[in-house]
């Protein structure tokens, strides 16, 4: 199967990021700027510590939660929304909320960031990478989707002002927002929204990936950027060529048994909400800024496309065509930024996504 869209990429170049402001120069410690909290999983399945930046308001509207990335740099995540908050006037009515998926002290030294306290006796605990994918933690109690389901109830109960969440994440966090999507149970009364900036790769719900063209052509993928559309042939994958493209993490096949089993539910609750994309514009190719030594190069994350920004035009290509061709939603890709969340969310442009304002 095999047909041809063309993706015409409406980007917004904004202003370059505003000067880093040195409140958050020092080692990005989130007991600096957070008030510390837990929320419980369950009966027996530990606690999700959370942070909430000092600097709000006694009766909130809204809440931003925002999802560190595989370091586990929850501090540096926090900081980088209060930043984007302060600059564009919204910390007063809204909640700046980080949670932190705890490890153990082994493998921390995997992903552990400056200014992140470690697991306690009662936390729930995943592995560096299992929480991304929404697994269970390492007793098998509760999944990390659930575990967010938790906190936003949370936030709720604590603060019954709060309407309307954000759920933005960056890299890692990104994926994991992106897959969260279509399995969130929110609570009666909040409504969700998702920002998902720079992720690794993507969740696809069917066996089309992008091959980029131009004047009906084979194009090269660095054609894809931000200064003009691209066009795409959507190619059904051969399974026996790269076996794991379309299972889970990449694909909707082969989902864990506990997450909802029902492909048509998860993919009609992604195609309904409300969700915006931000890419850095410096995120592609193989420069430092870029980490691509980090990147996944798998044969499953290459049928996606070669870097961050590709694949991220890729994929709203794809969402438009096949997945919710009449919502609104935007490719947002920030001037001058790579892969640093630091720079990605408060510039302009992050900022208009994460807040949903101009």
């Known amino acids: 199967m095999k047909s041809t869209s063309t993706f015409l990429l409406a980007s917004v170049l904004a202003f370059a990021p505003a000067p880093f402001h040195p409140l958050f120069a020092a080692d990005n410690s989130l007991n600096a700027i957070a008030d510390a ?14 942070f909430v930046a000092k600097y709000h308001g006694p009766t909130p509207h809204s809440a931003l939660i925002v999802l560190h ?14 930043k984007a908050a302060q600059l564009a006037a919204k910390t007063d009515d809204r909640l700046l909320v980080a949670p932190l998926f705890p490890v153990s002290d082994a493998q921390a030294a995997h992903c552990h960031s400056p200014g992140v306290p470690p697991a ?15 697994d269970l933690d390492n007793q098998g109690n509760t999944s990390s989707f659930a575990a967010l389901d938790s906190l936003v109830g949370e936030l709720k ?45 993507w969740l696809y719900f069917d066996s089309r990936r992008p091959q980029p ?23 059904e994958n051969r399974n026996d060529l790269c076996p794991n493209v ?15 089993q029902n492909s048509t539910s998860v993919r009609q609750r992604y195609a309904s909400a409300d969700i915006t994309y931000l890419e850095g514009e410096k995120d592609t190719g193989s420069s430092p800024g870029t980490f691509y030594k980090i990147l996944d190069k798998s044969c499953a994350a290459q049928a996606q496309g070669p870097y961050r920004l590709q ?29 640093d969340v630091a720079c990605v969310f408060p510039s302009t442009t992050g900022r208009s996504a994460l807040f949903d304002a101009p």
Do not use: M
Request: aromatic share 12%.
């Open 213 to 235: 063209v131009k004047n009906d052509r084979p194009a090269d993928w660095r054609d894809c950027n931000q200064q003009g559309g691209c066009s795409f042939d959507w190619v």
């Open 69 to 82: 990335g595989h370091p586990r740099d929850a501090g540096k995540t926090l900081a980088a929304a209060l």
């Open 37 to 50: 909290y837990r929320v419980k999983l369950g009966e027996s399945a530990g606690d999700l510590p959370y």
């Open 157 to 201: 109960i604590k603060w019954p002002t709060v309407r309307s969440v954000t759920i933005a994440g960056f890299s890692a966090g990104a994926q994991f927002v992106q897959h969260y999507v279509g399995f969130a149970h929110p609570p009666a009364g909040v409504k969700l929204r998702y920002v998902i900036a720079d992720p690794g790769s």
């Open 311 to 339: 694949r991220g035009i890729a994929y709203a290509a794809y969402d438009r065509r096949f997945i919710a061709p009449h919502a609104k939603r935007d490719l947002l890709i920030v001037p001058d930024c790579a892969h």
């Open 120 to 134: 306690q006796a009662d936390d729930a605990l995943w592995s560096c990478s299992s929480w991304i994918e929404g």
């Open 246 to 260: 379309d299972r889970w993490k990449y694909g909707i096949e082969a989902v864990p048994a506990f997450l909802d």
